[in-house]
C-alpha cells in the first residue's frame, strides 16, 4: 500500500485518479501546513524590518535557501536565486547574460516554450543566432549534429528531460562538449529535479531552472542555480526594492548575489513550502520516484500497444520516458478522449501540444494525450485509466 498518499488530501478524501504531475503535482500537507504557518505566526516581511516577526521570516526563507541549495550539491546558498517558475529562471538568463548580435544559443527541436521563446525574442531583437539541433525518433539529441554547431556558440540552453515523452538527454556529455567548445550551459530542469537526483557541482553546468509546482511545492515558486562567479558578473533582469544597498537621483549601489536578482517582496511562504517539498522529496528518496514511475509507465505502455493504431510518443521502453507517456490515436481527437476519462472516471491527463507547439507543428501531428504518474500513484489507478481508455476509444 502507498501509505504516502495519506499525506495528499486530494488523494485520501476523493476517488480522483490525477495522472498530470509534468504539468504539476500535488503538494503533501507538510508542505501546506508549512506555508500556512508563515501567515498564521509571522506574516510580515523578510530583511526590511528589525522586529523579531521580520526576523522569523529572514531566517526561515535563508534555511529553505540553504535546504535547496544542499540540496543540488551548490557550493554557496548564495547561488540559489528564488524565482516564481522555470520561465522566468530562463528568461533571467537570457536577458542578463549580454547576448549580442551575432552571438550564437543553441537548443534542440523539443524544447519547451520557456525555452524557445526566449531565443526567438533576442534573435528579433538583438540579432543572435539561434541554432535547433534535432532529435530522433526515440527522442535522443543528434549529438553529431550538436557537436558540429558549437563552434562559436556562446550559450547551449537545453531541457534536461522532456515534458513531452520523457527522454533525458545526455547532459554529462552535453555540458563537456560545450565547455571544451567554450559556450556555457543553462539546463532546463523542470521536469528532471522532481524524479532523479541531480548535483550540479558534479555536472559542472553553468545555469539550472526549475520550479517548485512541479516537486511538490506552492505555484508560482521556482529557482535559478547559477556558478557564483557567473552570476556576479550577470546584471539583474528585475530591479528596484530589496536589490540594492543604496541610491541617490542619479546612482544606485546594488546588493550582493542573490538579493541583486530577487527585486521586490517575495513569495516568503512559497518559499518556506519549497524548503519543505524538498525536504520531503529527500526523504521519500529518488530511488523509489523511479521504481515506482517504471512499474507504472511499464504496465500502461504495454497496454497501449495493444491498441489499434495508438502511437506512443518517444522510446519503445518505458524506462528511458519515465513518469511520463504520451500519445495519439489515428482519427481521434485528443481533447475529447481527455475530456471523456474526466467526465466518466474522474481521470485527469493532458492533451494538447504541451507547449511544444514547435515539435508538433514540423511533424504535422495534430497533439496527444499525456499521462504522468509520480510516485502517490498507484498500480490500481492505472489499471482504472487503461479499462476506461479503452471504453472511450470504443465509443469514439
Request: aromatic share 8%; hydrophobic share 40%.
Amino acid at each position: 500500500m502507498n501509505t504516502h498518499r495519506q499525506d495528499f488530501t486530494l488523494l485520501r478524501d476523493s476517488k480522483v485518479v490525477y495522472f498530470d504531475n509534468a504539468c504539476q503535482t500535488l503538494r503533501p500537507n507538510q508542505v501546506i501546513k508549512a506555508m500556512n504557518q508563515y501567515y498564521e505566526e509571522y506574516p510580515v516581511c523578510a530583511s526590511r524590518s528589525m522586529h523579531h516577526l521580520a526576523a522569523q521570516v529572514t531566517q526561515r526563507c535563508d534555511q529553505a535557501r540553504k535546504i535547496v541549495a544542499d540540496f543540488l550539491g551548490a557550493k554557496h546558498k548564495e547561488e540559489i536565486i528564488f524565482t516564481r517558475n522555470t520561465t522566468e529562471g530562463i528568461n533571467l538568463v537570457a536577458n542578463s547574460f549580454g547576448l549580442k548580435k551575432g552571438d550564437v544559443v543553441v537548443t534542440s527541436d523539443k524544447e519547451h516554450n520557456s525555452n524557445l521563446i526566449p531565443w526567438q525574442m533576442l534573435k528579433e531583437r538583438v540579432g543572435i543566432i539561434h541554432k535547433i539541433i534535432p532529435t530522433d525518433a526515440e527522442g535522443n539529441l543528434d549529438m553529431d549534429a550538436y557537436e558540429q554547431a558549437l563552434s562559436g556558440t556562446a550559450l547551449v540552453s537545453m531541457s534536461i528531460t522532456s515534458n513531452l515523452d520523457g527522454v533525458t538527454y545526455l547532459v554529462e556529455e552535453i555540458i563537456k562538449k560545450a565547455h571544451l567548445a567554450g559556450s556555457k550551459v543553462l539546463l532546463d530542469g523542470a521536469q528532471a529535479v522532481p524524479h532523479k537526483k541531480i548535483n550540479v557541482a558534479k555536472l559542472d553546468v553553468d545555469f539550472l531552472a526549475f520550479s517548485g509546482h512541479k516537486m511538490l511545492g506552492p505555484s508560482g515558486m521556482g529557482v535559478l542555480y547559477g556558478k557564483r562567479e557567473l552570476l556576479n558578473h550577470l546584471a539583474p533582469f528585475l530591479v528596484g526594492g530589496d536589490t540594492v544597498s543604496r541610491s541617490t537621483y542619479d546612482s544606485h549601489e546594488f546588493l550582493p548575489i542573490p538579493e541583486k536578482f530577487e527585486a521586490g517582496l517575495q513569495n516568503y511562504s512559497g518559499i518556506i513550502g519549497f524548503g519543505e517539498a524538498v525536504r520531503y522529496l529527500e526523504k521519500f528518496g529518488f530511488d523509489s520516484i523511479s521504481e515506482i514511475e517504471y512499474e507504472l509507465n511499464s504496465f500502461v505502455s504495454s497496454e497501449l500497444k495493444k491498441i489499434d493504431g495508438l502511437t506512443i510518443i518517444g522510446p519503445d521502453d518505458p524506462r528511458l520516458r519515465g513518469g511520463i507517456v504520451s500519445f495519439y490515436i489515428k482519427g481521434k481527437d485528443h481533447h475529447q478522449i481527455a475530456l471523456m476519462l474526466d467526465e466518466t472516471a474522474g481521470i485527469c491527463v493532458r492533451s494538447g501540444q504541451h507547449c511544444v507547439h514547435s515539435w508538433f507543428a514540423s511533424r504535422n501531428i495534430p497533439g496527444s494525450v499525456r499521462a504522468s504518474f509520480y510516485f502517490y500513484n498507484t498500480m490500481e489507478e492505472v489499471e482504472i485509466f487503461v479499462s476506461n481508455l479503452k471504453k472511450v476509444i470504443s465509443v469514439l
